[in-house]
């Protein structure tokens, strides 16, 4: 399933592949707080049984560093004040469990005109995340428990002017 929402200067649209029962939707862009834009990025199990979800954060840059798109805890990190910012997360490893109907939600930042990024110019950045997920057992530790893997998509697009 994909939703879109949009805001004065980008359109998001979330879709997903390979993830079974679960259903993706994002929520419009909104101006965010020491940032440019943030959203939130639905994940609903829409199954009967419960799927257990591996930790999904990223913090990485689109469109050759023109924007920094980081959920929940995650963004931005710099050595020394002026310096290129360098994407980071420092939050505590947490996967997720899903009973049938639940959904979580995550928040989904983006920043621009940092230290050492571009300007927007191309006509969409795609941020394309891997998400493992499994019915058996709840993941225990980052990159162990096999599971199976499919992607959630988010990309954005810069209104015309």
């Known amino acids: 399933m994909a939703a879109a929402a949009s805001s004065p200067d980008l359109t998001v649209s979330a879709s997903a592949s390979g993830l079974g029962e679960l259903v993706v939707s994002s929520s419009p ?3 965010a707080a020491n940032a440019w834009l943030a959203h939130k990025l639905t994940i609903t ?5 419960t799927v257990y979800i591996d930790d999904v954060k990223v913090s990485q840059f689109l469109g050759g560093r023109e924007v920094l798109v980081g959920s929940d805890d995650c963004g931005y990190a710099s050595d020394t004040p ?15 469990s899903l009973d049938p109907g639940k959904s979580t939600i995550l928040t ?3 920043w621009r005109g940092l ?7 191309g006509d969409r950045m795609v941020l394309s995340q891997p998400i493992r997920f499994r019915t058996d057992a709840a993941f225990t530790s980052p990159g162990g428990n096999a599971g199976a893997t499919g992607e959630i998509v988010l990309t954005y697009r ?3 002017n």
């Open 29 to 31: 862009l909104a101006p």
């Open 45 to 49: 199990n829409g199954g009967k049984t």
């Open 82 to 96: 002026g310096a290129p910012v360098q994407p980071a997360c420092q939050q505590p490893y947490r996967p997720t």
């Open 108 to 110: 989904v930042t983006l």
């Open 115 to 121: 230290a050492g990024m571009s300007p927007i110019s």
């Open 158 to 160: 810069p209104r015309a």
